[in-house]
T-cell receptor
Framework: GAGVSQTPSNKVTEKGKYVELRCDPI?????LYWYRQSLGQGPEFLIY????????DSGLPNDRFFAVRPEGSVSTLKIQRTERGDSAVYLC?????????????FGPGTRLTVL | AQSVTQPDIHITVSEGASLELRCNYS??????LFWYVQSPGQGLQLLLK??????LVQGIKGFEAEFKRSQSSFNLRKPSVHWSDAAEYFC???????????FGSGTKLNVKP
């Protein structure tokens, strides 16, 4: 079956621009996570959705970052007024959402470069 | 605060040799512990996880890990490394607020022929 997919795989943008990163989770998975992985670091939690609602957005670094999941499936991470420090790999993961500690299935990530 | 430390940034082992990757955690309650592997261009793949019960956990690809509460450790082991095991390995702990997980900074494994 299909895994988690993310588009685009690479995104190069200029400082100050707006970007959208898309995540298609595994069908039927109600839980969806966004992480940011900077060079030489492990994934850093950004936001968690259960269904359509953001159950925990405590990892979003500031109000330039926003994520939606309007129909409880596909999610979009939106970054306004991008800064060079936003350059990283953005990872999406999904899980069945039935219990704490469910296995998370990760996508290949979107590499964002802000020039 | 919850955190994970992987003290070894890079490790090189010879093919066929044994492997141990270290992971220490700080967590306020009984943790859920995970090991993931990340190959270039690939997403993170779960190797194994520990919630409770037997402190020695078996995973995929011949990996195992041992939970030691007294040492706050969850080290990953493999008795005989294969060249295809070269990748980056991440330890993770959680959850916080039911679904927030914390990852270590990773250990890159090189395998010498």
């Amino acid at each position: 079956g299909a895994g988690v997919s993310q588009t685009p795989s690479n995104k190069v943008t200029e400082k100050g621009k707006y970007v959208e990163l898309r995540c298609d989770p595994i069908s039927g998975h109600t839980a969806l996570y966004w992480y940011r992985q900077s060079l030489g670091q492990g994934p850093e939690f950004l936001i968690y959705f259960q269904g359509t609602g953001a159950a925990d957005d405590s990892g979003l670094p500031n109000d330039r970052f926003f994520a939606v999941r309007p129909e409880g499936s596909v999610s979009t991470l939106k970054i306004q007024r991008t800064e060079r420090g936003d350059s990283a790999v953005y990872l999406c993961a999904s899980s069945p959402g039935t219990s704490v500690g469910d296995t998370q299935y990760f996508g290949p990530g979107t590499r964002l470069t802000v020039l | 605060a919850q955190s994970v430390t992987q003290p070894d940034i890079h490790i090189t082992v010879s093919e066929g040799a044994s492997l141990e990757l270290r992971c220490n955690y700080s967590y306020g309650a009984t943790p859920y512990l995970f090991w993931y592997v990340q190959s270039p261009g690939q997403g993170l793949q779960l190797l194994l996880k520990y919630f409770s019960g037997d402190t020695l956990v078996q995973g995929i690809k011949g990996f195992e890990a041992e939970f030691k509460r007294s040492q706050s450790s969850f080290n990953l082991r493999k008795p005989s490394v294969h060249w295809s095991d070269a990748a980056e390995y991440f330890c993770a702990v959680g959850p916080d607020n039911f679904n927030k997980f914390y990852f270590g900074s990773g250990t890159k494994l090189n395998v010498k022929p």
